[in-house]
């Protein structure tokens, strides 16, 4: 609808239309549209249906069909002029009065000749105006999942009585689906007064920049003022959006709610020590714009699409570059970025790089970015699964576990097959959680069905797994990992471990370790023997005292004799 006069492009709940070429493009739309129009008279409450049978762009003019009624020729007859009411599902309008230039039809039909009027009052429907929050206009919002979630925090788009539009991370959106209902729903305006609503999440799309998800929330409007409370601060938003576009001569009154008339501006915001620091750590913002990209296709991915294969090969790709630029840069980085991401994508990107790292090889570039690729996403189709087992805590019975393994097979049918070859889907992608017992899933393969790609994305897997906290157990340390897996009978490739841990270590870049002297330091880098050669020192046990220095090389020495991997003993201990 309004292809060429740009009525879409403002969203404000009242317009007036008076632009000639408007008027006409505007009764042009009206030709192939489902609204419904009538004319009425002044002094009178009766209104009659009529269509548009024509429209003269160059004279201006539109013929009116209506049933050919008594009383409604007598008043077209007299020349008498009329109003058109054009009524849409969201909207209505009114012309400016229109005059009877010539009647003409013949038998059921009367036909009005009139000029085009030389304005239109537009009103959108209430219960459908979104008020938009405009340049300058900063609304927070804060929503918890019902199930007992963490806090998130988004920013107001728009509002309307039905519901509400928010921007909030990818990482963030991730804690949400289509159909969740919201515990709670706040929107805290510059002023500090807040607005509480509950509802739940009808749809979810990625912003234009994509560096937002927007979430689309219905409201449960079961409260009898809710209307009325939602009303107001539609119309306060609107109110100060004109403030804000009105010309200098012209005084609009401010809204309250926006500190008092002026508008919260949008300041730039400080960056804290950590993230200085994050910004000037290696390689370490190409890593988070990684993570960023995938948390879109995850988004994406949950509100119903299909994979695309060529953004994973593209995001597979920046992952390689930066594998060659500087190997033990990215682990870390890839360490930091934790915090930063959704565990799934976290893990992809680990298990990613470290396949590619350890099984390029002879290989292609284009054949390791299409293993990469698979690798990313292996664990992606979980977003996907019921929420009482994507949410479940603790550890699963048989039962719960068969639903989990579905994960492998509901992204298989989710992932654009054009693009990445059959041979990488099926060895990493569907067969990374085989084991060579048999005792994998999803299809319980044995060790003369995994070749040598398949038997060592399994234990790139499996290692990176089990350093991952959990909500049933802690993180395992290296040598924990190691141990269980090298003890896990026929399993895993005894050939593929070897080479696992000769390529890492028992300190892996990324790891927490404690030196004699108690210190405890995250490993930033390794020396030709496997040692920890960069660290950043987080804590002295001694005196139980919070650092943040980096050492590397002899100065190494002052924190006394390694002791090797230990757990961390709080969550605020990331790597940077």
């Known amino acids: 609808m309004f292809p060429d006069s740009n009525l879409n492009a403002s969203k404000a709940r009242h317009l007036d239309i008076g632009a000639p070429d408007q008027i006409v493009d505007t009764f042009a739309d009206l030709i192939s549209s489902d609204a419904r129009l009538s004319i009425r008279f002044e002094g009178l409450e009766v209104q009659y249906p009529v269509t548009l049978g024509l429209l003269d762009r160059d004279l201006h003019q539109c013929v009116l069909r209506a049933s050919a009624l008594e009383d409604l020729e007598s008043l077209l007859t007299q020349r008498l002029p009329f109003y058109l009411d054009i009524q849409y599902t969201s909207m209505t309008m009114t012309s400016a009065m229109m005059r009877p230039l010539k009647i003409g039809g013949q038998g059921d039909w009367i036909d009005v000749r009139s000029a085009l009027p030389v304005s239109l009052k537009l009103t959108r429907q209430r219960n459908l105006f979104r008020a938009t929050l405009e340049r300058g206009m900063k609304v927070n919002m804060l929503m918890t999942a019902q199930r007992g979630g963490s806090e998130v ?160 090969c593209e995001q597979a790709r920046m992952l390689l570059s930066l594998l060659q630029e500087d190997r033990q840069a990215l682990l870390y980085a890839l360490a930091c970025v934790e915090s930063h991401s959704t565990p799934l994508v976290c893990h992809g990107m680990s298990v990613a790089a470290r396949l590619a790292d350890l099984e390029s090889g002879d290989r292609t570039t284009e054949q390791v970015v299409q293993m990469m690729a698979c690798a990313l996403v292996h664990d992606f189709g979980k977003i996907l699964l019921p929420e009482n087992v994507r949410l479940h805590q603790g550890s699963m019975d048989d039962s719960m576990l068969s639903h989990l393994h579905a994960h492998v097979e509901l992204l298989r049918f989710r992932i654009e097959r054009d693009g990445l070859s059959s041979d990488m889907r099926r060895d990493v992608l569907l067969s990374i959680n085989e084991r060579l017992d048999g005792s994998g899933y999803p299809r319980a393969l044995g060790g003369h069905s995994l070749n040598r790609l398949a038997r060592m994305a399994a234990v790139v897997d499996a290692v990176d797994a089990m350093g991952r906290l959990r909500s049933d157990r802690p993180a395992w340390l290296s040598l924990d990992i190691y141990r269980h897996i090298f003890n896990a009978g026929s399993q895993f490739d005894t050939a593929c471990v070897n080479r696992y841990v000769k390529r890492y270590g028992f300190t892996p870049i990324g790891s927490l370790v404690a030196f004699s002297s108690g210190f405890q330091a995250w490993v930033m880098r390794l020396d030709a023997k496997g040692q920890p050669w960069r660290v950043r020192v987080v804590r002295e046990l001694t005196h139980n005292n919070s650092m943040n220095q980096v050492l590397e090389g002899a100065d190494l020495v002052q924190l006394g004799t390694l002791e090797g991997c230990v757990g961390r003993h709080d969550g605020a201990m990331m790597p940077w």
């Open 153 to 312: 925090e988004g920013r107001l788009v728009d509002l309307s009585i039905g519901g509400c539009l928010i921007a909030v991370s990818v990482n963030d959106a991730i804690n949400f689906q289509i159909g969740m209902p919201l515990h709670q729903l706040r929107a805290v305006f510059p002023n500090s007064e807040a607005f509480d609503a509950a509802g739940c999440v009808r749809h979810m799309r990625c912003s234009d920049d994509s560096k937002d998800v927007l979430v689309g929330v219905v409201f449960d409007a079961s409260l009898a003022d809710f209307e009325r409370k939602v009303w107001f601060y539609v119309r306060e938003i609107e109110r100060e959006a004109v403030r804000l576009d009105a010309p200098v001569e012209r005084s609009v009154a401010p809204s309250r709610l926006f500190n008092e008339g002026g508008a919260a501006l949008e300041l730039e915001a400080i960056a804290t020590p950590q993230e200085e620091a994050l910004a000037a750590l290696p390689l370490f913002d190409n890593v988070k714009n990684i993570a960023r990209a995938l948390g879109v296709q995850l988004i994406n991915l949950q509100a119903g699409m299909s994979l695309e294969a060529s953004v994973l």
